[in-house]
Antibody, heavy 123, light 107 residues
Framework: EVQLMESGGGLVQPGGSLRLSCEVSGFTFSSYAMSWVRQAPGKGLELVSCIGGSDGGTYYADSVKGRFTISRDNSKNTLYLQMNSLRAEDTAEYFC????????????????WGQGALVTVSS | DIQMTQSPSTLSASVGDRVTITCRASQSINNDWLAWYQQKPGKAPKLLIHKASTLHSGVPSRFSGSGSGTEFTLTISSLQPDDFATYHCQQYCTYSGTFGQGTTVEI
């Protein structure tokens, strides 16, 4: 059974940092591109970042470029999102998501989602 | 970036109704790379349909998708109690994978 479990969410002040983790099981993690998708309260979904399966190629939305860094540890089956210089508009539920088919390309079709980690940026 | 617009934003319906949601793209979506997701309150989205009309594994046949180019629809042929949720369309022909703003189907 495919499982994705996020952790690391919480309350942080504007300008602060936070690191999200996503531990996965039930599939060959290193073979799949993985992404983070966020949803602000009462709003739609936004693809934040993606990382390739083994080549480490990355994609960032313009809204987070230069502030967020996506990474992965294939030996630990874990995906990360380092978030720096956080702003109020980064407040959202952050979902760890798996691409539909094996591959290094950040193809944004997602067949499994984690339950989400809530990040609140407020003073 | 391709912008995705769904209509309506909210839809009131009853069990047994036929329901249609529309998704329009700001430019043509190559190869009909358009997906639909279902999201219930407090839960993660679930993939329903990809490539505009292909049902994801395990999705009931009352769900169907159609369309091409810039206009796509999601249809629920006979609404069931479990179908009251928010539905999101998404283009995946570019890396930005933009989503629509969502359509909530309520009782």
């Amino acid at each position: 059974e495919v499982q994705l479990m996020e952790s690391g969410g919480g309350l942080v002040q504007p300008g602060g940092s936070l690191r999200l983790s996503c531990e996965v099981s039930g599939f060959t993690f290193s073979s799949y591109a993985m992404s983070w998708v966020r949803q602000a309260p009462g709003k739609g979904l936004e693809l934040v970042s993606c990382i390739g399966g083994s080549d480490g190629g990355t994609y960032y939305a313009d809204s987070v470029k230069g502030r967020f860094t996506i990474s992965r540890d294939n030996s630990k089956n874990t995906l990360y999102l380092q978030m720096n210089s956080l702003r109020a508009e980064d407040t959202a539920e952050y979902f760890c998501v798996k691409r539909d088919y094996p591959g290094n390309t950040c193809w944004p079709l997602f067949d499994y989602w984690g339950q989400g980690a809530l990040v609140t940026v407020s003073s | 970036d391709i912008q995705m617009t769904q209509s309506p934003s909210t839809l009131s319906a009853s069990v047994g109704d036929r329901v249609t949601i529309t998704c329009r793209a700001s430019q043509s979506i190559n190869n009909d790379w358009l997906a639909w997701y279902q999201q219930k309150p407090g839960k993660a989205p679930k993939l329903l349909i990809h490539k505009a009309s292909t049902l994801h594994s395990g999705v009931p046949s009352r769900f169907s998708g159609s369309g091409s180019g810039t206009e796509f629809t999601l249809t629920i042929s006979s609404l069931q109690p479990d179908d009251f949720a928010t539905y999101h369309c998404q283009q995946y022909c570019t890396y930005s994978g933009t989503f629509g703003q969502g359509t909530t189907v309520e009782i």
